[in-house]
């Protein structure tokens, strides 16, 4: 996945984003309709949507630094996003072993969003 292009990279990193959104947005359907799970249903649709959309938003960066900037957001969303899935597992309103594929997408995710900030940081070509 690595020899890619970098415009190859983050064309996918998008659709992956997306993709992951999408998976988030279902994972709330699953959480119970109680306090807790409304209280971090809505934490997790806004990081984990926010992911793919601060990615996109950053495609129509006017320079490299507003770029990075918006894939620097996107990380940070990223994160929070691991925060929530975890909590969802470790607190039991989801079983753990159904949300492993999900938090390691999201691993993944946080790794390909770190290459591009510093493949961008170093001037590569974008």
């Known amino acids: 996945m690595y020899n890619l292009s970098v415009g190859e990279r983050i064309f996918g990193i998008r659709e992956r984003s997306f993709r992951f959104g999408v998976r988030i947005i279902k994972l709330t359907v699953s959480l119970p309709k109680n306090a807790a799970g409304f209280a971090i249903g809505g934490q997790v649709v806004r990081s984990g949507t926010g992911i ?63 290459t591009i900030i510093k493949n961008a940081k170093r001037g590569e070509k974008l």
């Not at 938003?57 to 969303?77: D, P």
């Not at 996003?81 to 938090?103: C, N, Q, V």
């Open 52 to 114: 793919g959309a601060n990615i996109e938003e950053a495609q129509n960066a006017s320079s490299k630094r507003e770029f990075i900037r918006g894939m620097t957001i996107a990380l940070k969303e990223a994160r929070e996003t691991e925060y929530w899935l975890k909590l969802i597992a470790e607190s039991g309103l989801i079983p753990k072993d159904r949300l492993e594929d999900l938090i390691e997408e999201n691993r993944e995710l946080i790794r390909i969003l770190i």
